[in-house]
């Protein structure tokens, strides 16, 4: 128990359901309905009850789920179940007074408090059926409060729809909050910022390892743009491109062995990819344009990127080989900055045809073309890592809302800071990172 300051240990109290696989909302069905859920006020329990944290609690699971868009959340003045002599248990459930107010889901739960150490317990009920879809205890530290509320939101929408939720990724993006471009680090609702560089340079284009230990970026430091890599768990870093002239846009392969990143070693900036481990480097476009910005596909097989070949920035696909180029966009006078869904049926780019960006769509095909914003002047859109959100930078029409934002659908959600991109990981005091949907332990 003396690491609890330090671990947040999840420990699981019931088993779900084998013998049922009811799919309560199907995440993928156009204009679904959205599941009446209600969360219930948190219990305080033991002889150290903190309102706040359970008030807290609260309010970030229903942050969660109502960003979400899948839940419609039963306002808490409907609630007809009585907090106080209700318990925890499906059998301590008056099911019956949640099903006359439409509730079809219920979350409720109970919190201790010891000095700075806490234990959660909470619970996910199907309503109509009576009976306990999750159940989950939490151990840890006050100020892990909110990635217990993240995980457990991450764990209903599991449950309910069949794939991870995003709630406990984190954004990394550059602020210049500080005076300087610093790469930061948030939760993925724009909490919990840290900055990570404190180089007092210019710091873009930051990208998570996909084995989320470490990140690489460009920085002009040492007075030219080298490309980096720093281990967050320790913050040793060391410059992995330092070719003459510029080395920027460095982008991970899936599978972590490869590094796609714009050098003008020879004068023009061209693609290239650079093996990790052998530090080979192999060029693979070739002509009198300006070819930036490499975003690979899903399967590692191709790469998506911005060349002026043509006259105007487009977008281009290039086999990983460097074989087999072709131009994908043809509509617009300035397409930039094109990221491939982790899905890999679509990539989105900034695109202007006028002076002002918007976010778009297009199939790897170059059919499809789908504009999603409006409003503003938007650029370097980034997937959330299920495919279903779309983060960007924008600048609103009024000049004064200058940050980030996140679009799913029509819903989009004003974010902080600047030129973000999502991560599938993130270090939980430099022991644990989420590794491809799953808990890795550093050894």
Not at 108 to 127: A, E
Not at 223 to 250: A, D, F, Q, V, W
Request: aromatic share 10%; proline share 4%; charged share 25%.
């Amino acid at each position: 128990m003396k690491h609890l300051s330090y671990l947040l240990i999840f420990l699981s109290l019931f088993l779900h359901s084998l013998a049922e696989s009811k799919v309560y909302i199907d995440i993928n069905a156009p204009k679904g309905k959205r599941l009446p859920i209600a969360i219930q006020e948190f219990k305080k329990l033991g002889e150290m009850p903190s309102e706040i944290l359970a008030d807290d609690l609260r309010d970030v699971l229903i942050s969660d789920l109502s960003f979400s868009g899948l839940f419609d959340l039963i306002d808490m003045v409907g609630y007809l179940e009585d907090i106080d002599s209700s318990g925890l248990t499906a059998s301590e459930t008056d099911f019956r007074d949640w099903r006359i107010i439409g509730c079809q889901t219920l979350i409720k739960g109970g919190i201790w408090v010891d000095n700075n150490s806490i234990k959660v317990d909470i619970r996910l009920f199907d309503v109509m059926l009576e009976k306990v879809l999750i159940g989950k205890r939490y151990i840890g530290k006050a100020s892990d409060i909110r990635k217990i509320a993240h995980r457990f939101a991450d764990e209903v929408i599991t449950n309910l729809t069949g794939e991870r939720g995003i709630f406990s990724t984190r954004l990394l993006f550059v602020s210049d909050i500080s005076g300087n471009k610093e790469v930061h680090i948030s939760d993925y609702d724009g909490q919990n910022t840290r900055q990570i560089t404190n180089n007092g340079s210019i710091n873009l284009s930051p990208q998570w390892s996909p084995d989320s230990f470490s990140i690489i970026y460009t920085s002009y430091k040492d007075k030219h743009p080298y490309l980096y890599m720093r281990k967050l768990s320790t913050g040793t870093e060391r410059k992995i491109l330092y070719k003459p002239g510029i080395n920027i846009g460095g982008r991970w392969s899936p599978d972590g062995k490869i590094i796609a990143a714009t050098l003008s070693l020879d004068g023009n900036p061209e693609l290239y990819i650079m093996d990790i481990k052998t530090r080979t480097l192999k060029r693979l476009t070739k002509n009198y344009g300006i070819d930036v910005s490499p975003s690979w596909s899903p399967d590692g097989k191709k790469l998506a990127f911005v060349s002026d070949i043509a006259g105007n920035p487009h977008i281009y696909v290039i086999d990983s080989d460097g074989t087999d180029r072709r131009r994908l966009t043809f509509k617009g006078k300035y397409n930039t900055s094109p990221a491939w869904s982790p899905r890999g049926d679509l990539i989105a780019f900034a695109g202007s045809d006028g002076g002002v960006f918007n976010i778009y769509t297009i199939r790897p095909d170059g059919r499809g073309l789908k504009v999603l914003t409006s409003e503003g002047n938007n650029d370097t859109p980034t997937w959330s890592p299920d495919g279903r959100y779309i983060a960007f930078s924008s600048l609103r029409r009024d000049g004064k809302k200058n940050g980030i934002h996140i679009l799913c659908g029509l819903m989009v959600q004003t974010r902080r800071k600047l030129s973000l991109v999502w991560v599938t990981a993130c270090p939980l005091h430099g022991r644990h990172t989420l590794d491809n949907g799953s808990w890795k332990k550093n050894e």
